[in-house]
């Protein structure tokens, strides 16, 4: 059958919540999902840090696609907060944002997750510690599925899903075309066919990010730039930062730096957790998560300190300007490079030796070097400040063998025109999730796909 009511271009959060609502709401609607990965059982990073220690560039990415999108293997940290992970709330507002974040919690408590824990900054010493020491603490809930609960959460949900939703795994959309006069419906054409249907969901996130700004062209779909996010991964003992994780789990902490008055944020923090590879269109960063299951845990704790650049005329390829950022240190390291805080302030590389011979043991294989000759010194001079004043919270921030992954860029779609609906100025044609700009967390992003799930629902 080539002919659908709704058809969602992406398996992440976003397109598995769309599915979701609309087939548990309606179970007669035809729903296809196109996926550009594969299957979820079958997604499987090469990296064995045994024999293939470093990113070989699979065609398709099994850390950013498939079933779960770039979810799949993360911390599942869900976040519900309108404080950071998106601007969803500009489009829908804050409570009605607030709600589809619990909603999708308690469906994800339903297929898994339950007994995981929800924390919250609400009512903790922390803030006004924080804030004695020039910090701002967000405020926010997370629950914490945790990689492995996460995962399991994932095949649930596919479990229930897979005999009422037609998926079409390893098929990216190549493009997508408007049908007739406005409101006709769309085909969605792949390599071997095309597939029509009345209504598109777009949800491709941040790996779709330059096919999406083709479709956005071909289409006519006004865009604006996005910022970019530039900063390095911090691993250091568990310890140091137990007294804040074993109560928060992650602390989402903003600083404005003295010499330039930039804001520098703590960004995903992963308690025990490992430090990873990502790869973006064939550029490799850095990442994090950590396992629920005590025996896959580490001694470390790892968070991204992150810088956001914005851009305006003339030059506005924020994420071009992340890219090269990111190609200078896959240039020096061979991918990404690691280095002690020690050497950073020393003026020195780190080595081999020096990296062995410290206290942080580092859970990924990265190639030791020099972070000064990659990051801008505006946005390195904001993070060792940054550094130096967690230390004040969190003693022991700023030990010599303190470890510094870079670079860690957070790539940002660029914009999408949407009307409050998420709706594009083709109608029946929405985007949604980290593909449209709109978000960048699982909590937002699926909360956009119930949103407007349910926005076609009313019109079927
Ligand atoms: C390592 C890692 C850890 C993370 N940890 C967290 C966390 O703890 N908490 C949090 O809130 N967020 C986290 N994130 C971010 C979070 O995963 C994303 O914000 C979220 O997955 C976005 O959902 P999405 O559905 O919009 O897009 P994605 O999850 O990116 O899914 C998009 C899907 O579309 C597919 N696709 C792309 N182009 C096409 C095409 N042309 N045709 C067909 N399919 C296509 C992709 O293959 C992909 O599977 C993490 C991300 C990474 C990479």
Redesign the pocket.
């Known amino acids: 059958m080539n002919k659908y009511d709704v058809i969602i271009?992406?398996?992440?959060?976003?397109?598995?919540f769309s599915a979701y609502e609309l087939v548990t709401n309606a179970p007669d609607c035809r729903v296809a999902v196109?996926?550009?990965?594969h299957s979820l059982e079958k997604r499987r990073c090469p990296i064995d840090g045994d024999k293939i220690k470093k990113c070989i560039g699979c065609k398709?990415c099994s850390?950013?696609?498939?079933?779960?999108?770039?979810?799949a293997?993360?911390?599942?940290?869900?976040?519900i907060t309108n404080a950071f992970?998106g601007t969803l709330y500009e489009y829908i507002g804050r409570q009605k944002a607030l709600d589809l974040m619990r909603y999708v919690d308690g469906i994800n408590m339903e297929y898994g997750g339950e007994g995981t824990k929800l924390y919250s900054t609400a009512g903790t010493e922390f803030k006004k510690i924080c804030m004695q020491n020039k910090l701002n603490l967000l405020d926010a809930s997370v629950r914490h599925l945790g990689t492995d609960i996460n995962y399991i959460v994932l095949e649930n949900l596919y479990a229930f899903l897979k005999d009422k939703v037609d998926f079409f795994f390893d098929?990216?959309?190549?493009n997508i075309e408007v049908l007739g006069d406005a409101g006709e419906g769309y085909r969605v054409n792949t390599e071997a066919a095309g597939y029509e249907c009345d209504k598109c969901i777009v949800?491709?996130?941040?790996?779709?990010s330059k096919?999406?700004e083709k479709v956005c062209d071909e289409l006519n779909i006004p865009t604006k730039s996005n910022r970019v996010d530039i900063g390095v991964r911090v691993e250091l003992p568990a310890v140091i930062f137990s007294h804040l994780t074993d109560e928060l789990y992650e602390s989402k902490i903003v600083y404005r730096t003295q010499q330039f008055e930039d804001n520098v944020r703590t960004f995903?923090m992963n308690p025990k957790g490992s430090v990873?590879n990502?790869n973006t269109n064939g550029i490799i960063t850095v990442?994090?998560?950590s396992y629920e299951d005590k025996e896959k845990q580490t001694e470390n704790t790892n968070f991204a300190l992150l810088v956001s650049k914005h851009f305006s005329e003339p030059f506005k390829d924020s994420n071009g300007y992340g890219e090269s950022i990111a190609r200078l240190s896959n240039m020096l390291g061979g991918g990404v490079i690691v280095q002690r805080f020690g050497d950073l302030i020393r003026g020195r590389r780190s080595n081999p030796k020096r990296i062995e011979e410290g206290m942080v043991v580092p859970t990924l294989a990265a190639t030791p070097g020099d972070l000064s000759l990659v990051l801008p010194k505006r946005i390195l001079d904001g993070i060792i400040e940054m550094i130096y004043a967690l230390d004040k919270i969190a003693p022991g921030t700023a030990n010599d063998d303190t470890l510094l992954y870079g670079v860690e860029v957070k790539f940002y779609n660029m914009e999408v025109k949407l009307d409050e609906h998420l709706e594009t100025l083709h109608k029946g044609l929405y985007i949604?999730?980290?593909?449209s700009g709109v978000?960048?967390?699982?909590?937002?992003?699926?909360a956009?796909?119930v949103y407007v799930a349910r926005k076609i629902l009313g019109e079927l």
């Not at 271009?9 to 598995?16: D, M, Q, R, S």
């Not at 949800?203 to 779709?208: L, M, T």
């Not at 978000?439 to 699926?446: D, E, V």
């Open positions: 271009v992406g398996a992440g959060p976003g397109g598995i196109f996926e550009a990965g398709s850390i950013m696609s498939g079933f779960g999108g770039a979810g293997f993360s911390d599942g940290k869900y976040n992970g098929t990216p959309v190549h949800s491709v996130g941040r790996s779709g096919w999406m995903c990873v990502e990442n994090g998560h949604i999730g980290d593909g978000t960048h967390s699982l909590s937002h992003a699926s956009s796909g």
